[in-house]
């Protein structure tokens, strides 16, 4: 008889995990996927077209709260996590109580999960959700374009739409964006790749999503989310830490995973850090990790028209996810307001409407600022209302897109941006180098056209990937040889 499974999740790794190990999969009944972090993610079905065979009408996706329940309610043998960013101590209380009701609790390893690629991997990914994988991307992306070669980015999914249509997406053009209905969140992932004249996927059927990158590309780069580990197997792993949250590369999964793994790890902000955190988190790595190269990095502002802050009231927009369950509470905004001399940071939460609201009551350290979240158009309209009743003299925007492009702002308002800026060597371009000139050089790809990708891969393709995925070279600093797990964060 079947093992009755539900799949813990957040619309990304969980549908992954699902393709890779549990579709046409005889031995597992997947009843339920259950989804949180994400709002309105959950009360949608993953398709029967998605889900192979024996699932006609699909596999419900609900509400984390009904968890227990539905181990009841069904006689659930397995519970998987398959989520990102969360505190060690989170997944097992989740364990606990799952364990309590009398189900098995099991994570995936990379290796079940990441697809082999044809081409070379190299891949991005962090210890917590904001630690600067954006900016490390774009630096990985032009150092392989300046060599000439021809760059595919895959971004980690965000399938919060009609699945049915999200199973393979290619950008290459602001109207792919309008053409896919893009909310703000995967705006802000897929512009900066438009923006340097690269083609980006995304979706949710990986295994399709790779066939088609693989065929007009010289090189894929991974760009990860959250600090989700790569779902391809890489041959070159950058990781990104972060020193204003000191102790977290040890302390929150997958990211502790991911330092383990790196052959990269970018230790960024330094120029706003303290230096007794950046030292902290520096020990850390190499306690784990003591084979890694590491970067010391920077990721100083930019913004025309900074001489307009000065003396103003001003009215902050930060990335959403990285003030939510990324946990910060400052951006690149607020020390653009500090450093050139904004009059008065205004405190926008009087002015928040609905969804926006509603995010505060979820995250309530949420600083004097607003979260730039749209995961649908109700949030989104929500947002343009919540920006439009803020009483200020301007609006300052560190979200990665134009927000003026998806929102109608009526008061005045800058942009800011932000690169990764290497202090000393090695720097990303001069570790890319070496790597493409260490035998794997990509041979120019084929100029034909991507091929459809309406339907998934076929179930047994699916099966054999899973079963014949092998280790990627780069792990062979998956246990280090003499390293131990690193602190716990540090006491505020």
Same mark, same amino acid.
């Given at each position: 008889m079947a093992i009755k499974t539900i799949i813990m999740g957040a619309a990304g790794r969980d549908f992954h995990n699902f393709n890779m190990v549990y579709r046409n999969n005889p031995t597992y009944e997947v009843v339920a996927f259950t989804a949180t972090q994400i709002p309105d993610i959950d009360g949608?079905?993953? =398709?029967? #077209?998605?889900a192979? $065979?024996?699932?006609?009408?699909?596999? =419900?996706? #609900?509400?984390?709260? $009904?968890?227990l329940d539905l181990i009841k309610?069904?006689?659930?043998?397995?519970?998987?996590?398959?989520?990102?960013?969360?505190?060690?101590?989170?997944?097992?209380?989740r364990a606990s109580q799952v364990t309590a009701v009398g189900a098995a609790f099991k994570m995936l390893g990379?290796?079940?999960?990441?697809?082999?690629?044809?081409?070379?991997?190299?891949?991005?990914?962090?210890v917590r959700t904001g630690c600067g994988k954006s900016q490390t991307t774009r630096a990985v992306v032009k150092a392989l374009k300046a060599m000439g070669l021809k760059v595919v980015s895959v971004r980690h999914p965000m399938p919060y739409g009609d699945l049915k249509k999200q199973i393979c997406q290619r950008f290459a053009s602001y109207k792919d964006l309008d053409l896919h209905k893009c909310t703000i969140e995967e705006r802000e992932e897929y512009e900066p790749h438009i923006d340097m004249g690269a083609v980006i996927y995304s979706g949710v059927d990986y295994e399709v999503i790779a066939r088609n990158a693989e065929k007009e590309a010289d090189v894929i780069v991974w760009d990860g989310g959250n600090n989700d580990f790569p779902f391809f197997q890489s041959d070159l792993k950058f990781v990104v830490a972060d020193p204003h949250r000191p102790g977290h590369e040890a302390a929150y999964y997958p990211g502790e995973a991911n330092v383990y793994t790196a052959d990269v790890v970018v230790i960024n902000k330094i120029d706003s850090a303290n230096p007794e955190d950046i030292n902290y988190v520096r020990e850390n790595i190499l306690a784990m990790n003591p084979t890694c190269q590491i970067i010391d990095a920077a990721s100083p502002i930019f913004i025309d028209g900074w001489e307009k802050i000065?003396?103003?009231k001003v009215v902050v927009i930060e990335d959403g996810p990285t003030l939510t369950h990324g946990?910060?509470?400052?951006?690149?905004?607020?020390?653009a307001a500090q450093r050139y001399g904004a009059g008065e940071i205004i405190d926008p939460k009087p002015w928040f409407k609905g969804t926006i609201l509603a995010a505060l009551d979820k995250y309530p350290h949420i600083g004097d600022l607003i979260p730039a979240l749209g995961y649908g158009k109700k949030q989104t309209d929500d947002l343009e209302k919540t920006i439009n009743a803020c009483e200020c003299d301007l609006i300052i925007s560190a979200t990665p897109i134009d927000i003026t492009r998806v929102v109608k702002v009526k008061k005045p308002c800058l942009r800011v941006g932000y690169e990764l800026q290497e202090i000393g060597r090695p720097t990303v371009a001069q570790l890319v180098e070496e790597f493409i000139g260490k035998g794997k050089k990509a041979k120019p790809a084929k100029a034909e056209k991507p091929a459809k990708a309406?339907?998934?891969?076929?179930?047994?393709?699916?099966?054999k990937t899973a079963k014949a995925a092998k280790p990627a070279k780069v792990e062979k600093a998956e246990k280090p040889a003499k390293g131990k797990p690193g602190r716990k964060p540090k006491a505020k």
């Open positions: 949608r079905v993953y =398709p029967a #077209e998605l192979g $065979k024996g699932y006609p009408k699909g596999i =419900p996706i #609900e509400a984390e709260e $009904k968890l309610k069904h006689n659930v043998q397995e519970v998987v996590f398959s989520y990102s960013d969360v505190p060690h101590e989170y997944i097992m209380h990379y290796h079940q999960t990441a697809i082999k690629c044809s081409k070379p991997v190299v891949s991005i990914c962090a000065r003396g103003k946990e910060m509470t400052i951006g690149a905004g607020i020390v309406e339907k998934p891969a076929k179930a047994e393709k699916t099966a």
